[in-house]
């Protein structure tokens, strides 16, 4: 059974070639939606182009010297491909980046209302919406005077959330969130995420390697390789898929493989075919 997708999503990505220094073909023909109030997964292997594809959306690339040389991006009906960084973030699509980018020599709670840099609607509204970050995670408001170059991986984590949960936005674009962090503290941060995702609204699109992970959070998918989206479907659909669950899950019809297993394998690639 297919998933529920409307008629006019959130974000509408269609068909977008995406080229750096002028001749580097990193993206080709990359088409995806992400529904008002939806999680969706981008999943593939490190190189796929899924940082890319998020870059594209929320118009970092020029920093790069990139540049999306065809197809269209639309939010809220309105194409973006065109306008800045800062003008993308007004719209309210807000991009965690990979790595967990603080200022480090600025405290936890300084790192969280720079996030709040765009907004005009006064300091009261502002504290309010801080405090609520303290509310998702306690843990900011215990550390709320100390250094961000001084704590732990995860909490710089939640902080970069926490930041980017200040600037209001309509969609959060993630970057690898699990990347270098403990098990358990992976799953407390995709929890949390799954709640403000359910409990205010915001969208969210998750760049993963992790796709066991992300499709556990996730209503539906895309699998992404060598610059292209492969595949895609509902998150079921994708975790039941043999070849989303040989390669990216590391199981087979006989049980599980290591990824040292699996990565030596032929791919069949039958989505190709």
């Known amino acids: 059974m297919s998933a529920e997708r409307p008629s006019t999503p959130l ?60 197809g269209t991006i639309d939010f809220r009906g309105k194409r973006i491909d065109g306008i800045d960084a800062a003008q993308v973030v007004e719209e309210g699509i807000i991009q965690v980046m990979e790595g967990r980018r ?3 020599h600025l405290t936890v709670e300084e790192n969280l209302l720079t996030g709040a840099y765009t907004r005009r609607d006064g300091r009261a509204e502002i504290m309010q919406d801080l405090e609520r970050v ?36 309509r969609l959060m674009l993630l970057d690898e969130p699990s990347m270098g ?9 995709f929890s949390i995420i799954e709640r403000l995702n359910r409990e205010t609204g915001v969208a969210i699109l998750l760049a993963e390697q992790n796709a066991a992970l992300a499709l556990q959070y996730a209503r539906y998918g895309y699998v992404m390789e060598n610059g292209r989206v492969v595949l895609d479907g509902d998150a079921e659909t ?31 690639k039958r989505w190709l075919s």
């Open 11 to 70: 974000l509408r990505v269609n068909n977008i070639e995406v080229i750096y220094e002028h001749v580097i073909l990193v993206l080709k023909g990359v088409s995806l939606e992400v529904p008002e109030g939806g999680i969706v997964a981008l999943l593939g292997a490190n190189g796929a182009g899924k940082s890319t594809t998020l870059k594209a959306i929320s118009n970092l690339l020029r920093a790069e010297r990139g540049e999306v040389t065809k």
């Open 102 to 104: 603080c200022f480090e």
């Open 134 to 169: 303290y509310h998702y995670f306690p843990r900011l408001q215990e550390l709320r005077h100390a250094k961000a170059g001084y704590i732990s991986g995860g909490e710089q984590q939640m902080t970069v959330i926490g930041r980017a949960l200040m600037a209001r936005p």
């Open 181 to 189: 962090l403990a098990p358990l503290l992976v799953r407390e941060i």
């Open 238 to 268: 994708l975790r039941n898929n043999e070849d989303v669950r040989e390669f990216y899950l590391g199981l087979t019809e006989v049980g599980k493989k290591s990824y040292r297993e699996v990565k030596h394998y032929r791919r069949r």
